[in-house]
C-alpha cells in the first residue's frame, strides 16, 4: 500500500458505457483509502479521453479509464506518450481486456487493483496509427459495430451484439484482399480479416489457442469459407482459439501485416471504427503498463509448457 501514497490519479469516466450510470462512489472510498488523490473527468466521446489525458498529465502519476475496451483503446496511444501506468475499472459490455488481464468485473474490486500497485508491462496493436488492444478486423465485426445500436448495446449488452450479428450475417457477402506478411503477399476472398493483439475479444472468444498480450506478436485469421453458416459450426472454436484448424480458416503469426482492399472499407478496433483500408498493423511489444493481478509462477510454467501451432507454411499463412 505504501506505493501508492500520495500519488495523483486522473480518473476518466465514460458516462455512456453500459454501467456508467452506476454509483462510483465504492470505487473512488476505495481508491481514496489507498492514498490516492483522485481527479475526476467525464466524457461522451472517445476522442475526449486522449485530450484530457494530454491535457492533464502533468497534474496525474497514474490514469484510470471507467469504460469499455473502447474507451480503454482510446486512451492508449496518449498513456503510452506520457509514460503514465493504465488503470481499468470495466464499466463496458465484453470487458475483452479486463478479462484477458485478470482484472474483476466487480468496480471495487477492480479498483483495488490499482491501489495494490501490481502491474504488468502489455502490448499494443495499432492499425493506421489507431491503437487496439483485442482485435482489429475488416468485414463482419466492422459491419457490426456500424449496425449496433448503442441504444440495444447498452440496454440488452450481448443479447444486442447478438440481435445484430443475426441481422449482418443475413446480408453478408465475400469480399476480395490481399495480405502481406514478412514481403510476401497473398489474395484472398473472405468474411473477414481479424487482427489480434491480445487474447480475448467480442464477448469472451479466443484470438488464438496461444495468444497472449505480451507475447511480441499479433495473431490473423481470414475467414474464407463458401457458406457464411458454416460459420455456426465454428463458434465452440473460437472460444477456445481453434478456429485455425479448420480448412477454411487462415492463420499467421507476425509483427507487421498489410492488407488492402479493392475498395475502402472500415477498420473496427475493439468495437470502434477508427481507419479504413488500405490497413497497416503493427505490434508495440510492452509498450505500456497496466495495473493487474501478477500472473503466478504456475500460469507461467502452464504457458511455456502449453502446446505451439506449427507453421503451414514458411510464411506461418495456410496454403491455398
Not at 508491462?121 to 492499425?127: K, L, Q
Not at 440481435?163 to 469480399?175: D, E, Q
Not at 473477414?192 to 489457442?209: K, L, M, T
Not at 472499407?265 to 490497413?279: H, L
Request: with cysteine.
Amino acid at each position: 500500500m505504501g506505493q501508492a501514497v500520495h500519488k495523483r490519479a486522473l480518473l476518466l469516466r465514460n458516462l455512456k458505457a453500459r454501467r456508467g450510470q452506476e454509483s462510483m462512489t465504492p470505487v473512488l472510498e476505495g481508491l481514496q483509502r489507498g492514498g490516492l488523490d483522485v481527479t475526476v473527468e467525464t466524457f461522451e466521446a472517445l476522442p475526449e479521453i486522449a485530450r484530457d489525458i494530454v491535457r492533464l498529465r502533468h497534474m496525474a502519476d497514474l490514469v484510470i479509464v471507467c469504460g469499455g475496451d473502447g474507451s480503454v483503446s482510446s486512451a492508449a496511444v496518449a498513456a503510452m506518450e506520457s509514460g503514465l501506468p493504465l488503470g481499468i475499472i470495466p464499466m463496458g459490455t465484453a470487458n475483452d481486456l479486463a478479462r484477458t488481464l485478470g482484472i474483476p468485473m466487480d468496480l471495487a474490486e477492480a479498483a483495488d487493483i490499482i491501489v495494490r500497485g501490481e502491474t504488468r508491462s502489455v502490448d499494443v496493436g495499432t492499425v493506421n496509427g489507431h491503437a487496439f488492444f483485442n482485435v482489429a478486423s475488416i468485414g463482419l465485426s466492422s459491419d457490426l459495430a456500424q449496425n449496433l445500436d448503442p441504444v440495444l448495446k447498452k440496454r440488452f449488452g450481448r443479447l444486442g451484439y447478438a440481435l445484430a450479428a443475426i441481422k449482418v450475417m443475413t446480408r453478408a457477402s465475400r469480399f476480395s484482399a490481399s495480405i502481406t506478411e514478412k514481403g510476401r503477399r497473398v489474395d484472398v476472398d473472405t468474411y473477414q480479416i481479424a487482427v489480434g493483439n491480445g487474447r480475448h475479444y467480442g464477448g469472451g472468444n479466443v484470438v488464438e489457442e496461444t495468444a497472449e498480450i505480451d507475447d511480441g506478436h499479433l495473431d490473423l485469421y481470414s475467414l474464407e469459407m463458401t457458406n457464411l453458416w458454416k460459420l455456426a459450426l465454428m463458434l465452440r472454436s473460437f472460444r477456445s482459439g481453434t478456429h485455425g484448424a479448420w480448412r477454411e480458416v487462415r492463420t499467421a503469426k507476425c509483427i507487421e501485416f498489410d492488407v488492402e482492399t479493392r475498395k475502402p472499407m472500415p477498420v473496427n478496433t475493439d468495437g470502434e471504427i477508427v481507419t479504413a483500408t488500405p490497413a497497416h498493423f503493427k505490434v508495440h511489444p510492452k509498450a505500456i503498463s497496466i495495473f493487474a493481478p501478477r500472473r503466478s509462477v504456475s500460469d507461467s510454467i502452464t504457458g511455456e509448457l502449453a502446446p505451439r501451432k506449427k507453421p503451414i507454411t514458411s510464411s506461418s499463412t495456410k496454403a491455398r
